[in-house]
């Protein structure tokens, strides 16, 4: 069982339609990643969180560290949206090391 | 703008031969890491480093080798001795602060590596 788990792992919306992408973690974590991966590869960092919630636009991420569990919601999804969106947690105790989900491919229908 | 570069982004390989990746990052960003990514997998650590001169290696750094004279460039060397070198091949970096929020790491585009 990988460490970092992610559902689903493919996910089709129409466009408009509210996107939720989970990620259960079973290890100890100082903080937890959302990146997004573009189809050209390279990947851009959405939110990173030790708890709570963050919002940036039509972004949305959630934690609960007592449920090991963490949510990244989009609203109003457009075909832009379309991309795979990547789990990571830094792992605790101290290392640098982070463990990676193997990823959600979106994608956003006009 | 700040950012990190990695070059080549297609590169090919031919049995036998070692090939080097650049990652070159204007952040001043004191760790970089080197990630492997397969398909259906999740990204892999190669080597990271946090500071000049020293580097650590990762979950799966046979067949790699890495260098860190400078702050600013972390190159990647995939030898002969790698058996499956066939990947995409991600470096990040990340600031390593004493207080404050821990920072995320930044990537780079990505090279895409073949064997020929």
């Known amino acids: 069982k990988n460490e970092v788990e992610q559902s689903p792992q493919n996910l089709t919306a129409q466009e408009g339609e509210f996107i939720t992408i989970n990620c259960s973690y079973s290890?100890?974590?100082?903080?937890l990643h959302w990146l997004q991966q573009h189809p050209g590869g390279g990947i851009v960092s959405l939110f990173m969180?030790?708890?709570g919630k963050k919002k940036h636009g039509r972004l949305i991420a959630t934690i609960n560290i007592q449920e090991k569990h963490s949510s990244l919601h989009i609203t109003a999804s457009h075909p832009r949206d379309s991309a795979v969106y990547i789990c990571?947690?830094?792992?605790?105790?101290?290392?640098?090391?982070?463990?990676f989900g193997t990823g959600t491919r979106l994608k956003v229908l006009a | 703008d700040g950012g990190i570069t990695q070059s080549p982004k297609y590169l090919f390989r031919k049995e036998g031969q070692n090939v080097t990746l650049s990652c070159e990052q204007n952040?001043?960003?004191?760790?970089m890491y080197w990630y492997r990514q397969d398909p259906g997998q999740g990204l892999r650590l190669i080597y990271y480093s946090q500071i000049v001169n020293d580097f650590q290696k990762g979950d799966i750094a046979e067949g790699y080798s890495v260098s860190r004279e400078k702050k600013e460039s972390f190159p990647l060397t995939v030898t002969s001795a790698q058996k499956n070198p066939t990947a995409f091949y991600l470096c990040?970096?990340?600031?390593?602060?004493?207080?404050?929020?821990?920072?995320?790491?930044?990537f780079g585009d990505g090279t895409r590596l073949s064997i020929l």
């Open positions: 990571a947690v830094r792992s605790y105790p101290g290392t640098y090391k982070y463990i």
């Open positions: 952040l001043n960003h004191d760790a």
């Open positions: 969180l030790s708890s």
């Open positions: 290890v100890g974590i100082s903080a």
């Open positions: 990040a970096s990340r600031p390593l602060m004493q207080a404050g929020p821990i920072q995320p790491q930044h």
